[in-house]
């Protein structure tokens, strides 16, 4: 094939396709409901908690709000003017979760409507944001942070089996890691990509040597439950409206609870730098230049501080 004119495109009525339609969307909802810790709260109590959310113009809207009404989070008001899908992205052009500034329009409704957590989910719904409405002032939550609550609450609220484990990547918080050793549950760390995650959802449900309990990486990713091997905004949004209930109840918020966790663990606060090394071939070579001659001479000491480890994911040591 030389040009996309010479794919053939098979008729819709062709055997090999297959519509997606209600009978999908309820055997997901199915799946999620055996995972809530609290079901006869959320149940009776749901609706003390209030929810902001929006879509970003995405499809979040066909199974996020119907997820949370099943699990009893029914007080949910729309960012209007987000709600509807469009490629074009109108009110929010960088349609990332992880922008301040596309979250804004939620922030303001959360705030003017004094409402308890912003939920915001990317086009396709696998990542989320959120946005937490703590003493009167909206703070947001880094994928970091939300993993490292989620995977807290779930070792304090759970009856963990023995082989429970946990999934997160290189790059994501030294925090995940210590919170699960602290409840005896094994933390994997594997490469970029959520793929990577599946894939040990997979080997576990073959040899069944571990549980899967979270997975979880820094850019908003997370998976809670086995019905998917990749990252679920649907599925985190439940678990961290059931989180945020619990803490309701006490007059806490998920920024009061991130507080604990520091106060335990110590604080974590980490931060990305991205550099360009230009585009095409020419990036390439300057950016694999860059990596051999970081491995031929690694630095002794950084900014002062004196280098102790050094740790080479291609080599695996």
Partial sequence: ?????????????DSLIH??????????????????????????EGNFLHIVYSPLHGCGTTTLPEALRR?????????EAQKLP????????????????TLQLGIDQLLDEKGDVFIATDPDADRIGIVVRHQGKS????????????LYYLCT?????ENSAAVTTIVTTELFRLIAESYNVTSFEVLTGFKY?????HEWGQDHTHTFLFGAEESLGFLYGTHSRDKDATIAACLIAEMALQLKKNKETLVDLLNKIYKRYGPFLESQLSIPFGRGKGGMEKMKTVMETLRKSPPSEI????????????LDH
């Fill in 157 to 161: 609220t759970k009856s963990l089996p």
């Fill in 303 to 314: 900014n002062g501080q004196k280098v102790i480890e050094v740790i080479d994911y291609l």
């Fill in 86 to 101: 469009d490629g074009d992205f109108p009110t929010a052009h960088s349609p990332n979760p992880e922008q301040k500034e």
């Fill in 71 to 79: 699990w009893g989070f029914a007080n949910l008001s729309f960012v």
């Fill in 197 to 201: 995650i599946g894939e040990k959802i």
């Fill in 139 to 150: 703070v947001i939550l880094n994928g970091n942070q939300i993993a490292s609550l989620c």
């Fill in 19 to 44: 519509e997606v339609g209600k009978e999908e969307d309820e055997a997901y909802f199915k799946a999620l409901i055996p995972l809530q810790n609290h079901p006869k709260t959320n149940q009776t």
């Fill in 1 to 13: 094939v030389t040009h996309p004119r010479e794919v053939k495109l098979a008729p819709l009525e």
